[in-house]
């Protein structure tokens, strides 16, 4: 029975490309967060067998998600657009930021009480992703994106350390919970309220809205892209940073596709998210 | 050398596919206008074999344009498309509502002092193409679409005879002019300033918040398709009739695509357009 | 903890769209096959609410697959489609034809020694889908697709049952086994040799190369496309397809994206696959 | 009325993208043609406002064509996908190869006799073109492409040529005339039959089919695109490339897209085109 699954996999393999990628599951303890953190990383066909060195892209997941949601969307679309040249080789980091137990366990990208996970990205996981893995090293070899929690996670970054990634994807991003758009009006102080908490506290909109020149001439060193479905319970968010972000003079692209906010939408971004991250890698 | 185009013109019948449709120019003398108005007429191939009876669309140009603009964008597109099944075999009239020196010459979908267009096409030019060609004759065989002063007017003319077309298709639709975005802040009184005073005078964003809830119903018999440019001057009219659409609960599909307000966005628009015309006409 | 998940399913119905279809698993006791047979059914949203008739489609899946293929990725698909109107509501029926463990137990669409799944299926499995379920009932209001074996068994159906589809949509198809390109050079006789042999039997390239005119005229009642990757092993049929199509003056529609043999591609053809069967129910 | 016409412009201009790459019509007198050949060169925006060096891009019509075939097509797409950043701003340069008056001015890529083509293109107008504009200069910089006789010209220039372009996009290529597709047979030993004798004796078929091993790893060196509609009346030739390519293990990509061999294919085949040409270029 076991050759047999061994012969079926054979075939799989000789019917798929031969140039597949693989996820490997790693993890780091983190002083910072006290504790240990998962993180999935794709690394490309071919990775490990030359000294060959790798741009990198972190891929942030959404509120109720860990790093385990987006290997098995990331893993097919990588392969063919790396395949076909569209994108080229990058190693894609996956950390975990939450899980689905919004209300009595902490997630989230920011800073929040007892659990500075903003710290935790800058200070350890990225250094050590890029100490571990033959890839970064510099804003021109490095991209971000994520998807809803995770699509506004990585607009903040880019807005608070502009000299850190080259571009920024977010997909249906949250930017800001001003109308409690996510939660709703929480009369319990649990995690999650603290999590809502802080996505109005780094309102990425209001960080638009209130940036002095100076850092607008920083915002302008990366290339931003929003991208939300017309029926997406967040769509006026990512109409509002584009507005903003064009009144500010900060070049970026905004498309609004048929969805809403699920997985088909962000499994289908991705086709449009790697060739970004790819050609906004420095030459 | 008469002999030598006629057999280019062979040959390249002989490539492209055999089921092409063509172009007629008429026209219609107007009383309520006092005046000839001409239009294009694409009849698809195998139009007139038989007795067969086709759908009706209404393509409508924008300011500065006539009904010689549409045409050769329009003729590859609807062959290919209904060809291939995408879009049904259909009538598409291409009226004239102005022309390029709109300072002097007055144009425009609405009725305006001594021009009342709008009464023309629907007591005169659309009974008149119904009675010349095999076409149309209800809602559900009727549809409209247009780019910019031709995307508002379809939006409009749907809001105001909801009984008359099935579907509107708006390409970077202008459909208000409250902050002068088209014309500026004019101190002549000249034909531009009529029209621009008529857009704000029909605005389709206030019709939808002011719309009773009886002309809602009315609204929701439509099918509405928005469609502008993510870096469009007119972005924000079609965004925010989309958040108006969705506020008053009448269904709408809004895309925003990379682009500006010109013809390329236009001729691509077609690709989506057609076929939504087409799904949407009667059964 | 129960409530805790409720509230989160909650949350997320809110987020993605009201209209959602259901896949529900139904099975029917075959006295052709003398065995239980399951199959996934899709019922579109408001399906029951009303006694509205709907059109059917069966979906097909490969060698190696089950029934339990289709439905994680036919669901979002056919939802999203169907509330922007790209798709009309339609049932979407899944049947099992195998398993993977292929060398042990019997699969495929054709009839076998000791197993007549063809016959099972035109006899027992479709008039019991169209009792149990409102939809179907005529060529008009039926259609079939499905992916490699699938994409075969869905090609060949329509061409031995010219009466009963409107259209066939097949996915990387597995047309022929001439070259040995499935399986191999088998000294085995085992149940993957059966099926092997059984696509050669039933060539459904060789069956447009024989069809006698009057088959040609029954091949031409149907809508027919192929879509296969340019680098799946097996592109070569599809292209032989089209090239055969086109000699016997058969319409069809070819595409050759890029991608391999894989869910990727298949999942993503959805999205042309739908639409396509969906305008060619009758009206 | 000339100030209206300025105004026109303006707001135009305005409407339209700030960044606007420009057409400049150009000529070379060739001494190996004896004649002067007109070229069209697209600028894309900010070309000459410093000392940037950018890449080069050939885009060769087709038989019947001429050097003003593409500008109209290419601006608006080259335009709108530099700005995006969906490709790097290039100098893009069409040269004439010949005229609508196929029977009786020779016309072709290909040397024939008394117009050595080939020759004068790398002899004289790329070393030219290289001398009066600031781009190309390697492989890593050139990159080429066309349409029917267009791209076999740039594949056999490719094949013949492989130290000179990185990549090659061929739309609707004409690669071989062994079944008189195009001509047909012809009696008349006239400028028409020399041209489709020419592309017989330069079959891009045969000289993948008969390469050398040493030939296949130099053709290894350029990335191959080949893009051609599924109704078109060469479709077996970009469908026999592909195979001979696979045979030869050249990587290369086909698409089969929905269409003829017309301006509709071209246009859209410009989409994928300049993308596949940017991403492509050294680094």
Redesign the interface.
């Known amino acids: 029975m076991k050759r047999?699954f061994l012969a079926?996999a054979a075939i799989?393999a000789?019917?798929?490309?031969a140039n597949a990628g693989k996820v490997v599951l790693d993890s780091l303890y983190s002083r910072t967060l006290g504790s240990n953190v998962y993180f999935n990383v794709y690394l490309p066909s071919g990775y490990g067998k030359s000294d060959a060195h790798y741009p990198l892209t972190f891929l942030l997941h959404g509120l109720?998600g860990t790093h385990q949601d987006w290997p098995s969307h990331l893993t097919?679309?990588a392969d063919?657009l790396i395949?076909?040249?569209?994108c080229r080789p990058m190693v894609i980091v996956m950390p975990n930021a939450g899980g689905?137990?919004?209300?009595?366990v902490q997630n989230g990208y920011f800073n929040m009480p007892g659990r500075p996970y903003e710290d935790f990205f800058f200070r350890e996981l990225l250094p050590e992703v890029e100490k571990r893995y033959n890839c970064g090293g510099r804003k021109g070899q490095r991209a971000i994106m994520g998807l809803s929690m995770g699509g506004g996670g990585s607009t903040v970054y880019c807005q608070r350390h502009p000299e850190v990634f080259s571009s920024c994807y977010a997909m249906s991003p949250w930017l800001d919970n001003d109308g409690n758009q996510v939660g709703g009006r929480r009369s319990e102080k649990d995690c999650l309220a603290i999590t809502c908490q802080s996505v109005c506290d780094n309102s990425a909109l209001r960080f638009v809205q209130e940036a002095s020149d100076e850092t607008v001439s920083q915002l302008r060193t990366i290339?931003w892209f929003f991208d939300c479905g017309?029926?997406d319970?967040l769509?006026?968010q990512s109409?509002k940073m584009?507005?903003l972000m064009r009144s500010r003079k900060i070049k970026d692209?905004?498309?609004?596709?048929?969805?809403?906010?699920?997985?088909?939408y962000w499994?289908?971004a991705l086709r449009t998210a790697l060739?970004?991250a790819?050609?906004?890698f420095g030459?």
Do not use: C, M
């Open positions: 047999f079926v799989f000789a019917f798929s490309s109720y097919p679309v063919e395949n076909s040249g569209e689905a137990d919004v209300k009595h290339k017309d029926d319970f769509f006026d109409v584009h507005q692209e905004l498309r609004i596709r048929d969805g809403v906010h699920n997985w088909e499994h289908t060739p970004f790819s050609r906004n030459r």
